[in-house]
């Protein structure tokens, strides 16, 4: 049973670009969350996703950031016009349902942003 | 909102001796998670251990183990005979329990870097 996957595992963006981030949930999985890590800091939660839903997303910056998690194919954090201060480590979660379940983590992603 | 706290940003110890990693929150939320997530240097979240809030009872999982106290909303995790392996950063995580205003995310603090000494 394969774990959370996220690709790319780095992704490195020149300011003005776009980056996609992936992420394939454990099988089973219908609920992904998406956290970000600055450096030296602990990570933050972002927006959670149901298929084909978005249902929190109070920690995602208004402009720029994107998530989805379509009916068929992993769940995408889109980031448009990349400026530093996006880079981070990216890390999705998934669960089984959200009702006292634990979160299995993905590897991340370490976006760097030139 | 609910914050984590924790206060001991570097900690060091020598292998096989035990160590306390120290952790606050703060809630007005009656049912709740807490957890201890380690992250090694490739980054990988784990999950050390969980703490439901209604059990009085500490969780302990091998080595780990934490003091939960409810009233002085702490919760602090022991490794005991530590072990080189240990190295990494250690976060607190809070959730509350999902309902129709809370959807299940963790709240992270800041995170303890513990280096364990041969």
């Known amino acids: 049973n394969a774990g959370v996957m996220q690709n790319p595992r780095h992704l490195v963006r020149r300011r003005g670009q776009e980056a996609r981030l992936r992420c394939s949930p454990m099988?089973?999985?219908?609920?992904v969350y998406w956290y970000r890590q600055l450096p030296e800091e602990g990570l933050k939660f972002m927006v959670y996703?149901?298929?084909?839903?978005?249902?929190?997303e109070s920690g995602m910056p208004k402009e720029r950031f994107s998530a989805e998690f379509p009916k068929e194919g992993p769940s995408i954090l889109r980031i448009q016009q990349v400026v530093r201060g996006d880079s981070a480590a990216y890390f999705c979660?998934?669960?089984?349902?959200?009702?006292?379940?634990?979160?299995?983590f993905g590897p991340g992603t370490r976006l760097t942003v030139l | 909102a609910q914050t984590v706290t924790q206060s001991q940003p570097e900690m060091s110890v020598q292998e096989a001796e035990t160590v306390t990693l120290s952790c606050t929150y703060d809630?007005?939320?009656?049912?709740?998670?807490l957890f201890w997530y380690k992250q090694p240097p490739s980054r990988q979240m784990i999950l050390v251990i969980r703490?439901?809030?209604?059990?009085?009872q500490n969780a302990t999982e091998n080595r780990f183990s934490v003091n939960f106290q409810k009233a002085a909303k702490s919760f602090s995790l022991k490794i005991s005979d530590s072990q080189l392996g240990d190295t990494a950063m250690y976060f607190c995580?809070?959730?509350?329990?999902?309902?129709?205003?809370?959807?299940?995310?963790?709240?992270f603090g800041q995170g303890t870097t513990l280096q364990v000494k041969p």
């Open positions: 979660a998934s669960s089984p349902r959200t009702e006292n379940n634990e979160q299995f």
């Open positions: 099988k089973g999985h219908s609920h």
């Open positions: 996703l149901q298929k084909e839903n978005i249902i929190d």
């Open positions: 809630t007005s939320e009656s049912n709740y998670y």
């Open positions: 703490q439901e809030a209604y059990k009085q």
């Open positions: 995580a809070f959730m509350t329990y999902f309902g129709s205003s809370n959807t299940g995310k963790l709240i």
